[in-house]
């Protein structure tokens, strides 16, 4: 296992669309296994393969639901519904967070790392975190989204709500 390094902006990597998988084999069983564990050592909740400097349409997503770890090859979003408005930070943003306005809903087709097709749904964070990764793979950063980014104390205040 390895923790990779994440690429901070600005690198090309991060606003360049990210490649289609075509081949489902170890490499790419590696690489989202190395993506899990830099994504967890980092304390974040989604990787997209742009951010560790790989263009390929790869992210991994775990918000700590029942889902548990969700791997996702060439992934598109085919449904949306609702809005939600919230806050967001980036791990190729690190310290800049902003209120970001999402789909409360999505329905996502994506493969497994084995080829296989799924579609998952999902809503409130866990579907912001999905639309975060795949923006990420259509070279998309959520600071083009932000309606207005957090000030420090506003920061302060929100993690003070958590502990």
């Known amino acids: 296992m390895a923790v990779l390094p994440i690429v901070n902006h600005p690198a090309d990597v991060l606003e360049k ?15 989202l296994k190395d993506m899990y564990e830099t994504m967890l050592a980092a304390d ?8 560790v400097g790989v263009s390929k349409r790869v992210a991994v997503v775990d918000t700590g639901d ?3 770890k969700i791997e996702l090859v060439n992934p598109k979003v085919i449904e949306k519904k609702g809005e939600q ?3 967001e930070g980036c791990l190729s943003f690190p310290g800049i967070y ?17 080829g296989r097709p799924f579609t998952i749904e999902a809503d409130g964070f866990l579907a ?7 923006d990420h793979l259509d070279g998309i950063l959520f ?3 932000v309606l207005r980014y957090y000030e420090d104390d ?9 502990g």
């Open 17 to 31: 669309p990210g490649e289609k998988v075509t081949a489902f084999n170890r490499e790419l069983a590696l690489l």
């Open 98 to 114: 902003g209120e970001v306005n999402r789909a409360d809903y999505v329905k996502v087709h994506a493969f497994n790392r084995h």
């Open 66 to 68: 029942e889902y548990g």
């Open 44 to 51: 974040g909740v989604g990787l997209a393969a742009p951010q």
């Open 143 to 145: 600071t083009s989204k």
């Open 154 to 162: 506003e920061l302060e205040e929100m993690e003070g709500d958590e």
């Open 85 to 87: 408005t919230g806050p």
């Open 128 to 134: 912001r975190a999905l639309q975060h990764e795949i």
